[in-house]
């Protein structure tokens, strides 16, 4: 049974850094494509970030390109989302997810089976 754990996050000053964590288990994640999605208050749950798990190869939301960066580490079956420059609002809940489709730009949530219980990022201003 595939288990993804969220960890990291909190209240930060906007412009400062946040890093979360994210620990998967339960399967070998070679094929798999992972990714990063946030929600805040009142919106739709928003695409952020995937990686291959296998190939490491990443891509972004327009709105993140250049502040955050995704990178994994297979010894530790552990997937990471670095934040820098932080905005208000960037304000969410930020869940981990895995797709064992293995296909890097799936943005829709619902493409994705396994998902983490989330982590609370708070920007302030």
């Known amino acids: 049974q595939v288990q993804l754990v969220e960890s990291g996050g909190g209240l930060v000053q906007a412009g400062g850094p946040v890093s979360l964590s994210c620990a998967a288990s339960?399967?070998?994640?070679?094929?798999?494509?992972m990714a990063w999605f946030r929600q805040a208050p009142g919106k739709e749950r928003e695409f952020v970030s995937s990686?291959?798990?296998?190939?490491?190869?990443?891509y972004y939301a327009d709105s993140v390109k250049g502040r955050f960066t995704i990178s994994r580490d297979n010894a530790k079956n552990t997937m990471y989302l670095q934040m820098n420059s932080l905005k208000p609002e960037d304000t969410a809940v930020y869940y981990c997810?895995?797709?064992?489709?293995?296909?890097?730009?799936?943005?829709?949530?619902?493409?994705?089976?396994?998902w983490g219980r989330g982590t609370q990022v708070t920007v302030s201003s």
């Open positions: 997810a895995a797709s064992a489709g293995g296909v890097l730009r799936l943005t829709i949530a619902r493409d994705y089976g396994y």
């Open positions: 339960g399967r070998t994640f070679s094929t798999y494509a």
């Open positions: 990686i291959m798990w296998s190939y490491g190869n990443t």
